[in-house]
């Protein structure tokens, strides 16, 4: 199995660890055997709940421009994440190991459109800039 590749730091600290666990937490449920996968969902449910709770926190906190739609997305996922538990438990594997792989696909593009605006936002607050984030270069064969 593939392994995911990390998310890409966005330049705040809080956001860009928790973003690391949520790769770790995603790849586990990716890779449990069967009678693990409940608890490793479980586990990146919890997860969920509190790293886009402290981020809603931090739109509501803040006024954050673009807040309502980006604290909506996040509750669209928790309740998907809630519908996948009650399925898992039922017996139903597939939807949950679907489920890992479509947040895999998922959240990079919820990081660089959404993400990366609240983190330069923060950045831009705490800070009185626009976070600087350097990328190592892959290399070309």
């Not at 969902?41 to 997860?47: F, P, T, V």
Request: proline letters at 6%; charged letters at 25%.
């Amino acid at each position: 199995m593939k392994t995911p590749d990390p998310s890409k730091p966005l330049g705040y600290a809080p956001m860009d660890a928790v973003h690391a666990e949520f790769d770790t937490l995603v790849a586990q449920a990716l890779a449990c055997p069967d009678d693990r996968l409940h608890a490793c969902l479980a586990r990146l449910q919890e997860h969920l709940l509190s790293h886009f709770g402290q981020e809603d926190d931090w739109m509501r906190q803040t006024a954050f421009p673009a807040g309502d739609c980006h604290i909506e997305e996040h509750g669209k996922v928790l309740a998907s994440g809630v519908q996948v538990l009650d399925l898992v438990a039922q017996g139903n594997l597939a939807i949950g190991r679907d489920f890992a792989a479509e947040l895999e696909r998922w959240f990079p593009g919820h990081a660089d459109y959404l993400d990366s605006a609240l983190a330069a936002w923060m950045c831009k607050r705490q800070f009185g800039g626009k976070p600087v984030v350097l990328h190592a270069r892959k290399a070309h064969v």
